[in-house]
């Protein structure tokens, strides 16, 4: 909140109230000044000096400035290294997963060596379906249809997965019942 003083009564004012002290208090009164940077403004001007100068700013002057580059110095002269540490992180968050993963799947009785590999749309996905018992739900199936083909690096295939994995579920090979999709037998 704004405050000013009137420079005829001396009177401190909200800036809501300075109309209404014209009218009626002090009817020669032209110049107000902002109490916390001290800029005088003459006659309706107060009313765009929406913001002001904090204390902070008001009482450490030139000492702030200073300190605000320094600081904006030191944020870009770390950016760099900031970003080197996000990649880093991010490889070893990658690495801890998949650690994880081949932990479980040992644990589970399987062995890593023996995962699925991108065989095409079809072949993979009876592959998962065998695995799980036939049958899982529809969205679990594209979920690792899609990180297979990621793993196979098949950019192209990436982009229109929705699209291709939906004309596959149509197959004889597959039946869709109630968001769930088993492998019919043949």
């Not at 932990?103 to 592959?127: F, L």
Request: hydrophobic content about 25%.
């Amino acid at each position: 909140m704004v405050y000013f003083t009137c420079n005829v009564c001396g009177e401190s004012l909200k800036k809501k109230q300075v109309n209404k002290h014209c009218e009626t208090k002090c009817k020669n009164a032209w110049y107000f000044t902002c109490i916390d940077c001290g800029k005088v403004f003459e006659g309706y001007e107060f009313d765009k000096h929406t913001s002001c100068l904090t204390e902070t700013q008001k009482y450490a002057g030139n000492y702030l400035k200073k300190k605000e580059e320094q600081k904006e110095q030191k944020e870009q002269k770390e950016q760099p290294s900031e970003e080197k540490v996000t990649q880093d992180s991010k490889e070893t968050i990658l690495q801890k997963r998949k650690n994880s993963e081949e932990k479980a799947a040992e644990e589970n009785g399987k062995d890593s060596s023996s995962e699925i590999k991108w065989v095409g749309w079809k072949k993979t996905m009876k592959m998962l379906l065998k695995e799980n018992e036939g049958q899982m739900k529809v969205k679990t199936l594209f979920k690792k249809c899609k990180k297979l083909l990621k793993k196979a690096n098949k950019e192209k295939e990436i982009k229109k997965a929705k699209e291709t994995f939906e004309k596959r579920i149509k197959s004889s090979k597959f039946s869709v019942n109630n968001k769930m999709i088993k492998l019919t037998q043949k």
